[in-house]
């Protein structure tokens, strides 16, 4: 069975009383494999966040359907979605998404504590997640006491913890400095390494080619996609660099 599939997804996004919206997403369809490493890419506006909170049923399409495992999202009732949410999916944003009154082990725990698992569950979860992650020494810290990166990383081990089905993330690296970038994406390389399905939007390209596939979207549709294959890191960075070139210079290439 397909473990994640996008079938002919529209959002029009419409402000009260106005008869035209913005269709954001026309027909997206793709399917994804348990335990790969997807990165979406597109231009800014084409719709990658829309098509991330779709899928993690922050936000419901206007038409069509995603399936995890098979089972219809838009089956799932209203006052099952948090739980869904917390249980299945693993979120990390931008900008962290710490509580700053919180050390870094009480905003990893807060899924946990949030779903009423006992304590000695959660200490037992923590340090292999922690360990991997390189945090352990500073996991009694505030977030306003450690690095961005490290800050990143709490994140990650809060998405994890409650073992997701699928990890999301967007623009993961956005706001860390080339180091602590790389040392994140290495992290989701060898997480996914271990099986972790992860959905990724980024501008980045340097991001993008530590997945195996890279999903375009470009006028509301997934128009390309690349799949690393046996590429290092570099090459498939330089083959994503390409195609994003041919992209940019879509018009000229018509004029030819
Ligand atoms: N809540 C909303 N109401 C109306 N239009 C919206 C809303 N959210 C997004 N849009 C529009 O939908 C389109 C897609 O937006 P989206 O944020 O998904 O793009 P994106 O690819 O993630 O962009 P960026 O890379 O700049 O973050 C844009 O034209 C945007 O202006």
Redesign the pocket.
């Given at each position: 069975m397909t473990f994640i599939e996008v079938k002919n997804i529209k959002k029009v996004?419409r402000?009260k009383l106005a008869t035209k919206g913005?269709e954001?997403l026309s027909d997206v369809n793709f399917s994804v494999n348990k335990g790969e490493f997807i990165a979406i890419m597109?231009?800014?506006?084409?719709?990658?966040?829309?098509?991330l909170n779709i899928l993690s049923t922050l936000d419901k399409p206007s038409s069509g359907e995603v399936y995890l495992e098979g089972q219809p999202l838009s089956k799932i009732k209203d006052k099952e979605i948090s739980r869904f949410r917390r249980d299945t999916l693993g979120f990390v944003f931008q900008d962290f998404n710490l509580l700053d009154t919180f050390n870094l082990k009480d905003n990893i725990f807060l899924p946990l504590v949030l779903s009423g698992t006992p304590v000695i569950e959660m200490e037992k979860r923590l340090l292999p997640i922690a360990k991997n992650l390189g945090i352990h020494e500073q996991i009694e810290r505030f977030p306003y006491e450690v690095s961005g990166g490290q800050k990143q990383r709490a994140a990650v081990a809060r998405a994890l913890i409650t073992q997701p089905k699928v990890l999301l993330a967007d623009e993961p690296t956005g706001a860390l400095d080339s180091k602590a970038s790389q040392n994140l994406l290495e992290t989701f390389e060898r997480i996914n390494e271990e099986g972790q399905t992860i959905m990724m939007?980024t501008?980045s390209v340097q991001a993008a080619s530590y997945s195996n596939r890279v999903l375009f979207?470009r006028d509301g549709i997934v128009y390309h996609e690349l799949y690393r294959g046996n590429l290092s890191v570099d090459d498939f960075r330089d083959k994503i660099a390409q195609s994003m070139l041919v992209v940019t210079n879509r018009g000229e290439q018509h004029e030819e």
């Open positions: 996004y402000a913005t954001a597109g231009e800014s506006g084409s719709g990658k966040t829309t098509l939007v501008h979207i």
